[in-house]
């Protein structure tokens, strides 16, 4: 490519997907530069194909010039603005709690003293103990297996995976795979407010933790119909979005009380730290001992998710929606 004359200026010329497969990348050329001295030099982009395409597939890319600058003016102009609408419909919408009043101004010395009364106060909760084991261990099975997922559909089949290529991953798991998420959580949280979180506690961690047998199947099986494996995913998904809604909740459950704000902030803490320490070891675990021991040992890793649940407290009428 070059430009057909002379720009008088230092032109930004882009290369973007525009439609089709995303299997076929572009490699190089993104972004190219041209000026009074090198208008009329070829400039050229190098587009890269999946290896894994076995079928004909096109994709359509776009080429853009214009003000990078101005530009990035507008952008940032109109994220400006849409937070000033935010802003001022948050001012006259969100509720107005009565227990949610300015305190009066404090020295370091009184605002550390309260910072670390609060702190000390969610560790004092009655039965801490089992409830930090709930934060921990209620999705230790799904932190090992969200890591490996991607990884799963995208390694070719010698290597024990599916042997997908980029686009059909991000079709599969980034379409369908939300998809059937949100609809897991949407339905979770529906009938959690007809009869309550303890009486859809325990149907919530099967519906979690058993479509995680899905890839159990996917790894000994290795379908090659994208539906069947859309399918799988979706509905392990699904589950993941059903359970996770009396995850949320229960957080909830325990931020009850003074303080639930920071206290609900402290129990987002230990959410991600349940998620970051199983991932920590699952890709080292997978490569000694294949995809399909790893999905079998996901499976295993599911019973202390079932565990905890038999010990936490839980009011019956939580979660219930006031009628």
Same mark, same amino acid.
Request: glycine share 10%; proline share 4%; with cysteine.
């Given at each position: 490519?070059?430009?057909?004359?002379?720009?008088?200026?230092?032109? &930004?010329?882009? @290369?973007? +997907?525009?439609?089709?497969?995303?299997?076929? *990348?572009? /490699?190089?050329?993104?972004? $190219? !530069?041209?000026?009074?001295?090198?208008?009329?030099?070829?400039?050229?982009?190098?587009?890269?194909?999946?290896?894994?395409?076995?079928?004909?597939?096109?994709?359509?890319?776009?080429?853009?010039?214009?003000?990078?600058?101005?530009?990035?003016?507008?952008?940032?102009?109109?994220?400006?603005?849409?937070?000033?609408?935010?802003?001022?419909?948050?001012?006259?919408?969100?509720?107005?709690?009565?227990?949610?009043?300015?305190?009066?101004?404090?020295?370091?010395?009184?605002?550390?003293?309260?910072?670390?009364?609060?702190?000390?106060?969610?560790?004092?909760?009655?039965? &801490?103990?089992? @409830?930090? +084991?709930?934060?921990?261990?209620?999705?230790? *099975?799904? /932190?090992?297996?969200?890591? $490996? !997922?991607?990884?799963?559909?995208?390694?070719?089949?010698?290597?024990?995976?599916?042997?997908?290529?980029?686009?059909?991953?991000?079709?599969?798991?980034?379409?369908?795979?939300?998809?059937?998420?949100?609809?897991?959580?949407?339905?979770?949280?529906?009938?959690?407010?007809?009869?309550?979180?303890?009486?859809?506690?325990?149907?919530?961690?099967?519906?979690?933790?058993?479509?995680?047998?899905?890839?159990?199947?996917?790894?000994?099986?290795?379908?090659?119909?994208?539906?069947?494996?859309?399918?799988?995913?979706?509905?392990?998904?699904?589950?993941?979005?059903?359970?996770?809604?009396?995850?949320? +909740?229960?957080?909830?459950?325990?931020?009850?009380?003074?303080?639930?704000?920071?206290?609900?902030?402290?129990?987002?803490?230990?959410?991600?730290?349940?998620?970051?320490?199983?991932?920590?070891?699952?890709?080292?675990?997978?490569?000694?001992?294949?995809?399909?021991?790893?999905?079998?040992?996901?499976?295993?890793?599911?019973?202390?998710?079932?565990?905890?649940?038999?010990?936490?407290?839980?009011?019956?009428?939580?979660?219930?929606?006031?009628?």
């Amino acid at each position: 490519m070059r430009l057909s004359q002379a720009p008088g200026r230092e032109v &930004i010329v882009t @290369l973007a +997907l525009k439609g089709g497969d995303k299997s076929i *990348a572009l /490699a190089e050329g993104s972004r $190219l !530069v041209f000026d009074d001295t090198n208008w009329n030099r070829a400039a050229i982009a190098v587009f890269q194909l999946d290896p894994k395409l076995r079928a004909a597939s096109s994709a359509t890319f776009e080429v853009r010039s214009g003000d990078i600058a101005f530009s990035w003016t507008v952008t940032f102009a109109v994220l400006v603005g849409l937070f000033l609408v935010f802003c001022t419909y948050h001012k006259f919408i969100l509720p107005r709690p009565e227990n949610d009043r300015p305190g009066s101004a404090r020295t370091v010395v009184a605002f550390l003293n309260d910072f670390f009364k609060t702190f000390g106060a969610f560790f004092r909760k009655d039965r &801490i103990g089992v @409830l930090l +084991l709930f934060l921990l261990f209620y999705r230790f *099975a799904e /932190a090992q297996l969200v890591k $490996l !997922v991607a990884p799963f559909l995208l390694d070719a089949r010698e290597l024990g995976g599916l042997g997908l290529t980029t686009g059909q991953v991000g079709f599969v798991y980034g379409t369908i795979g939300i998809i059937a998420l949100t609809c897991g959580g949407l339905l979770g949280g529906m009938l959690a407010s007809r009869k309550g979180l303890k009486y859809w506690l325990w149907p919530m961690v099967f519906i979690m933790h058993l479509p995680d047998a899905m890839f159990i199947y996917l790894a000994y099986a290795q379908p090659d119909s994208f539906l069947v494996i859309n399918v799988c995913v979706a509905i392990e998904q699904f589950g993941y979005g059903f359970g996770f809604t009396g995850y949320m +909740l229960y957080m909830i459950y325990i931020a009850r009380g003074q303080h639930q704000t920071a206290h609900y902030a402290i129990c987002t803490g230990f959410m991600a730290l349940g998620m970051m320490l199983p991932g920590m070891f699952s890709g080292w675990l997978q490569e000694i001992i294949g995809y399909q021991h790893f999905f079998v040992w996901v499976m295993l890793a599911t019973l202390p998710g079932f565990a905890v649940v038999a010990f936490v407290p839980l009011d019956p009428e939580f979660g219930r929606k006031d009628r």
